[in-house]
């Protein structure tokens, strides 16, 4: 036998084995990004309704009325008042994802005031990191420094936690099973912090908003407050009913781990 016909014997062996190492090397790498990036339990507010049974505590049954969520995150500030004077005029209630670091610590008479008058309060970290880009120690120190500083102030801790810049994955989710935390991202986000341009922001979350939304804002940023106003007329206007985070969800309650996205 010639060196010629051994060669091309041995040639598409050799081929089709490294072919076939490349697929599984490929295949594995694209199992371990689905597994670590996408597979976390997340559901929406009418999924989670549908499922539930019972009946709703509290003026406001979601299943029947057009709701939409409203909530703020990074507070509370020193603008906080104003906002919660003006829910107050409204006879409305939202939702509050407070922060540690230079807010909850700094200004506890405020979360005193958001809970006396019947708002939601949630978790929104200590440092404002970003959960996923810091070990799982550091995620559930963040997560668990503010939940304590609530209790301390409130007497309660929160059920309800926002991941900053709405980041999380499935170890994220396991901390905040394991903290008894339901995350909640939103729908309709007005920017509001880069910009100070009130009617902008108003416009923003009225082009966004739907049935069954949930509302981002930002208390503590210069534009936020004073659009707040012309977004609750306009809203009450197009047969919205404003309400918290767990009001929405009702009759379901909150699930700890769960990401609630419309």
Same mark, same amino acid.
Request: glycine share 6%; charged share 25%.
């Given at each position: 036998m010639?060196?010629v016909?051994k ?6 062996? $050799? ?21 670590t *990036?996408t597979?976390?339990?997340h559901?929406s507010? $009418? ?6 049974? =019972? ?22 500030s020193?603008?906080t008042?104003g906002l ?8 409305l209630h ?8 230079g807010?909850?610590?700094r200004?506890p ?5 958001? $809970?006396?008058e019947?708002?939601e309060? =949630?978790?929104?970290?200590?440092n404002h ?10 995620? $559930?120190?963040?997560l ?10 409130t007497g309660?801790?929160?059920v309800l936690?926002r991941p900053?810049?709405g ?5 994220v ?6 903290l ?5 991202l ?17 416009q923003?979350?009225l082009?966004?908003t739907?049935r ?8 503590l940023h210069? =534009?936020t *407050? ?5 977004i ?12 918290? *985070? ?7 309650k909150?699930?700890p781990g769960m *990401?609630?996205?419309?």
């Open positions: 010639s060196a016909s060669y091309a014997r041995i040639r598409p062996s $050799r081929l089709f084995i490294a072919l076939a190492t490349a697929a599984i090397v490929a295949l594995t790498v694209v199992v371990i990004v689905a597994l *990036v597979t976390y339990d559901t507010p $009418r999924a989670a309704r549908s499922k539930a049974s =019972g009946s709703v505590a509290g003026p406001v049954d979601c299943r029947k009325a057009k709701c939409v969520a409203l909530t703020f995150d990074g507070g509370p020193p603008t008042p919660l004077d003006i829910l107050k005029r409204h006879h939202a939702t509050f994802f407070l922060q540690g670091k807010h909850i610590d200004y008479q405020i979360v005193r005031r958001i $809970r006396d019947g708002d309060i =949630g978790n929104h970290t200590w990191k970003v959960l996923t880009q810091i070990d799982a120690a550091d995620a $559930r120190h963040e668990s420094s503010t939940q304590d500083a609530i209790e301390r102030i309660t801790k929160p936690m900053p810049q980041r999380t994955d499935r170890d989710a396991r901390i905040c099973r394991e008894g935390l339901a995350q909640v939103w729908s309709v986000t007005a920017k509001d912090y880069e910009t100070t341009d009130s009617a902008l922001i108003t923003r979350v082009e966004q739907h069954d939304g949930i509302i981002l804002l930002h208390d210069k =534009g *407050v004073p659009a707040v106003p012309g609750l007329k306009a809203l009450e206007r197009r047969g919205y009913t404003v309400v918290t *985070v767990s009001q929405l969800l009702a009759p379901a909150p699930r *990401v609630y996205r419309p």
